[in-house]
Structures are given as C-alpha cells and as structure tokens.
C-alpha cells in the first residue's frame, strides 16, 4: 500500500503563492500528479511529471505553477504563482505505479479576492 501525504494548502491572497507538497512512501511511480476538485466541479488533472521528468499542465494553470520532485526526499511539489481565485479547490496528490492509482487524503486552497 502506497501511502501520498499532502501538505501546504491554506488561505491566499488573488495574486499570491503557495507551494503543495506530496511526500510518498514509495517513489517508483510512473506518473505523479496533482488534481483539484471544487464545489459542484468535477476533478480535473492540474499537472503531472513522469517518472522520467516530462511534465504536463492544464492550459489553464501553464506559466503560474510548476511540477518538481525530490527524488531524495520522495517528494513532489507544486509551486503555484499568481493565483485566482479559480484556482480554489481542493487539491488531491496522485501516483500512478504499474500495479495500482493511489490518492492523497486532499488539501484545501483557498484563493481570497
């Protein structure tokens, strides 16, 4: 069982940062990545990194957050600039290994205007 614990969400300011953080206890995934989920929305994919360092965004998040890792500390980030409120939701860490889809338990960010 693999388990992702997330931390780093909180309340911001429109324009503001925050950076995510997903600690797992295993790092042989295939793909890692964060997802948000607002009120009434469906989850929706923010970005990911695969295990050979490609990274993938939504359109609607490209030039504000960035994807990274630690391999040293199994460790993955999301550093989000210049945030809207849009970007409110709860945020879900995700990681995809060849054997299973494992989540974190979600944090909350919230974007005040």
């Given at each position: 069982?693999?388990?992702?614990?997330?931390?780093?969400?909180?309340?911001?300011?429109?324009?503001?940062?925050?950076?995510?953080?997903?600690?797992?206890?295993?790092?042989?995934?295939?793909?890692?990545?964060?997802?948000?989920?607002?009120?009434?929305?469906?989850?929706?994919?923010?970005?990911?990194?695969?295990?050979?360092?490609?990274?993938?965004?939504?359109?609607?998040?490209?030039?504000?957050?960035?994807?990274?890792?630690?391999?040293?500390?199994?460790?993955?980030?999301?550093?989000?600039?210049?945030?809207?409120?849009?970007?409110?939701?709860?945020?879900?860490?995700?990681?995809?290994?060849?054997?299973?889809?494992?989540?974190?338990?979600?944090?909350?960010?919230?974007v005040s205007s």
């Amino acid at each position: 069982q693999v388990q992702l614990v997330e931390s780093g969400g909180g309340l911001v300011q429109t324009g503001g940062s925050l950076r995510l953080s997903c600690g797992a206890s295993m790092f042989s995934f295939n793909v890692m990545g964060w997802y948000r989920q607002a009120p009434g929305k469906q989850r929706e994919l923010v970005a990911d990194i695969t295990r050979g360092g490609s990274t993938n965004y939504a359109d609607s998040v490209k030039g504000r957050f960035t994807i990274s890792r630690d391999n040293a500390k199994n460790t993955v980030f999301l550093q989000m600039n210049s945030l809207k409120p849009e970007d409110a939701a709860v945020y879900y860490c995700n990681a995809k290994f060849s054997w299973g889809d494992y989540w974190g338990q979600g944090t909350q960010v919230t974007v005040s205007s």
